[in-house]
């Protein structure tokens, strides 16, 4: 799922929530209590998926930087080959004597 239909579905339970709670026959004491207790568990679910992402993107980003120093690293050598190729002399011809 993607991030904003995560966050979407989120705040659809949270009002569906929410206006359960403002319908049932509970004290308004007891429903700020439920209401408090909800968005404490939404806010709760939020983080835990934020910090899950952080730490993904992390990760991936480490990956993708040594390989792209290891891309890096192989192409310098390539070119440092082709330089040595192009600055040493041909070999010289070789002649046999049966001609």
């Avoid at 308004?28 to 568990?41: H, N, P, V, Y």
């Amino acid at each position: 799922m993607k991030g904003s239909n995560i966050l979407a579905f989120l705040g659809g339970v949270l009002v569906g929530g929410i206006a359960a709670l403002l319908l049932a026959p509970n004290s308004g004491e007891e429903t700020r209590s439920q209401i408090k207790d909800m968005a404490d568990e939404g806010i709760d679910t939020v983080k835990r998926k934020y910090n899950s992402a952080s730490e993904s993107l992390r990760r991936d980003t480490t990956i993708i930087r040594d390989a792209a120093r290891g891309a890096v690293e192989d192409v310098k050598k390539r070119i440092e080959e082709a330089k040595q190729s192009i600055t040493e002399p041909a070999p010289a011809p070789t002649t046999s004597q049966n001609e």
